[in-house]
């Protein structure tokens, strides 16, 4: 079996690909040979040493979601074959990390893949549609009319969102610092937005364009939700102020570069902003709630997800280079 190993914190140069004795499973354990591996910012964060609560010290294997096919049952396995195709839960790479050719899992830790998904896709789906899904349907129930602004619009998380709040009847809005990306996003089936602002753009200033959209909504008082990965510095500093009200501003990420921030908008708005983390939704029954929503709608092909490029395992080094670039729509996928 390979895997792919962090020797130590630092640029791309110290991630190594060795070979391990292949695995054998417990008996309630399944061995997957994995055909897809979602390639996520966590991972290039843990291998510089910024996400230490989730790596630990070096060596470590990073990756949080993948999926493929049954290689092996243990023999207490009465509820998988050998075969069938198999996504990772939430919280089975934990401490272990998917960039390997084979993943041992409790067979309770894996979720069976219907029909009409793509092997490419399957170990690259959970992570940015649950992250959306559990933000904005089971936490805060976007409703039809809402006006929702997503931030990043080329990452697939908000490529996911647009998606889910479409299908809520909400109305999109991404926001993007690549001006040689809206052509592309507006031309992609899968980027649901109805509007695209270029947060770069000098011409006028981005969030006085938002609030004209939001005014010619019928959202005279602002935006009703955000789902932000950036959220910090002068970035949040409009965003708040763009709140209607009773609005929320939900954070799921710290891209931006911090700095000081006014808040006291959010006292006469009523609003809030909250933190989102994945794991929330782990463990409880929309955890498996959300899979099934997210697998029935991807095979249907109401939700798609537009794959950046795939690489090997032995190309690791330049699937996190060209990663890191930030250049590109959609998701990254190691295929094994």
Sequence with gaps: MKQVVVTTFGGVENLQVQTVTDPHPDPNEVIINLTSIGMNQADLTAR?????????????????????????????????????????????????????????????????????????????????????????????????????????????????????????GGITIGTTTSPSKVEALQNLSAAQYDHIIVTSDTAQPWWKTIKQIAQAEGKRRGVDVIFDPVAAGDFLHHEIRLLAKGGTLWIYGLLGTPG?????????????????????????????????????????????????????????????????????????????
């Design 260 to 336: 000081t921030v006014d808040v006291s908008p959010l006292i006469r708005k009523d609003a809030a902003i909250r933190g989102w983390l994945l794991n929330s939704i782990a463990g409880t029954a929309a955890e498996a709630k959300a899979y099934a929503h997210i697998l029935e709608n991807v095979a249907a092909g109401t939700y798609q997800m537009p794959i950046a490029g795939t690489f090997s395992l032995d190309q690791v080094n330049a699937a996190q280079t060209a990663m890191e670039k930030g250049t590109h729509i959609g998701k990254f996928i190691l295929r094994p």
């Design 48 to 168: 510089r040493g910024e996400y230490r609560l989730s790596s630990g010290e070096p060596p470590f294997t990073p990756g949080i979601e993948g999926g493929g096919v049954i290689a092996k049952v243990g023999g207490a396995v009465t509820n998988r074959t050998v075969g069938q195709r198999v996504i990772l839960k939430l919280g089975a790479p934990a401490g272990i990390g998917t960039y390997r050719s084979q993943f041992v899992a409790p067979a309770a830790d894996t979720v069976l893949v219907p029909d009409g998904i793509n092997d490419v896709l399957i170990g690259a789906l959970w992570l940015p549609f649950l992250t959306a899904w559990g933000a904005l349907v089971w936490r805060q129930n976007v409703q039809p009319g809402q006006i929702v602004l997503l931030p990043a619009a080329s990452s697939s998380v908000a490529i996911a969102a647009s998606q889910i709040v479409k299908q809520r």
